[in-house]
């Protein structure tokens, strides 16, 4: 028994020691978290120098305690724990601390910074942080950005879309992702042209509860005035991506921030090709016509259309617009397409048989509607 008993106690160990996480521990006594993703101090491109401030403010009638933790963006921060420093807030209270890798951490670069709060009292922890960046090259006029504490993300269901990114003379785009996960991760950022074309692709490694910020020229070299930018998590990933994108004035150094926004990827019953039969005989096509009804089709829902013969040769004339092609349907080889239409493809769709199948050939016609 004592052996049984011990073998428990060291698989437990073993669970316990590679147990996957994200940041806010679940059943844990935080009440709140929050990533603050990019904090700067470090010197950049162009002559400037961009130090962080770190504000938070606590809405609550009673005294707050938030632990923060630094971590250093494309270092392993499984070890986060290390690095907590501890901020004080009276009640209704606010703090702003200045340049917070150097006052609280003694370092400098680049960095998130993970806060969690436990109430004095009461049960909601919540309290609002958010951190200014500013350009100090030039003592006589700061200027910079703004990035808010989050905790959303994107997670492997969702992808993250930033609309205004610009690379050319005139402004160059950083961007920022953090991986607020126990392992490693790789994560997928394309840059899309207007047209929805890939202007550029590249995979990213994340180590566990880190920061990489790059230039979207890493991505794709060729200048942009405006493109999209896009973030997929691998499949299967645990955690959470929380991103942000910085457009910089090349001849200035100013700045302008913007948080990755999460869409989610709808899911595969959403997606799932509708089965759609249509029966072609003696001189009908059901549905479609001459005396049935058209065939219906939804925009926004993909069909699987077979087009199939119950009796004789007949024949499918093309609807190009729809991505049916013109082709021949004999009894036992239907003919089977695939259509998604979408808003710009509504409306009535007119086809005809194009095997001479009897007497009634010359009627045998029916329709497509998508609305
Ligand atoms: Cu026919």
Not at 123 to 128: P, V, W
Request: aromatic letters at 8%; one cysteine or more; a negative charge.
């Amino acid at each position: 028994m004592k052996t049984f008993a011990a073998l428990v106690l060291m698989l437990a160990q073993v669970q316990a020691a590679t147990a996957q996480t994200r940041l806010k521990p679940k059943g844990s006594s935080v009440l709140s978290a929050s990533i603050v993703a990019g904090v700067a101090s470090t010197a950049g491109l162009g002559g400037t120098r961009y130090v962080s401030s770190l504000s938070l403010a606590n809405p609550h009638p009673f005294p707050l305690t938030v632990t923060a933790y630094l971590l250093p963006a494309g270092y392993n921060n499984a070890n986060y724990g290390s690095s907590a420093r501890t901020i004080s807030l009276p009640a209704g209270g606010g703090v702003r601390i200045e340049d917070p890798l150097v006052s609280l951490w003694g370092t400098s670069g680049l960095a998130s910074i993970y806060l969690e709060a436990s109430p004095t009292s009461g049960n909601d922890a919540g309290f609002a942080v958010e951190s200014r960046v500013l350009n100090v090259a030039n003592p006589a006029a700061t200027f910079g950005l703004s990035l808010p504490g989050t905790y959303a993300g994107v997670t492997a269901a969702d992808v993250g879309v930033a609309s205004d990114i610009e690379n050319d003379a005139a402004y160059r785009t950083n961007f920022g992702l953090f991986n607020d996960w126990s392992d490693a991760t790789t994560v997928t950022v394309e840059l899309l042209g207007d047209d929805g074309s890939v202007l550029g692709s590249k995979s990213y490694s994340l180590p566990p509860f880190s920061l990489q910020q790059n230039n979207v020229s890493d991505v794709a070299g060729a200048p942009f005035r405006h493109a999209v930018l896009r973030v997929t998590p691998a499949a299967g990933y645990g955690g959470q991506i929380v991103g942000y994108t910085a457009v910089v004035d090349n001849a200035t150094g100013d700045g302008a921030a913007a948080m990755l926004q999460i869409y989610r990827v709808p899911d595969a019953e959403q997606s799932r090709e509708i089965p759609l039969l249509v029966t072609m005989s003696r001189f009908q096509f059901a549905p479609g016509g001459p005396d049935s009804p058209p065939i219906r089709l939804q925009v926004g829902s993909t069909y699987r259309i077979t087009f199939r013969s119950a009796d004789t040769e007949h024949g499918i004339s093309g609807i190009p617009q729809l991505g049916i092609a013109s082709r021949s349907v004999l009894p036992g080889a239907d003919y089977v397409v695939t259509v998604a239409p979408t808003a710009v493809q509504r409306g009535r769709y007119n086809f005809a048989c194009t095997r001479v199948c009897g007497n009634g050939h010359g009627g045998m016609h029916g329709a497509i509607e998508v609305d």
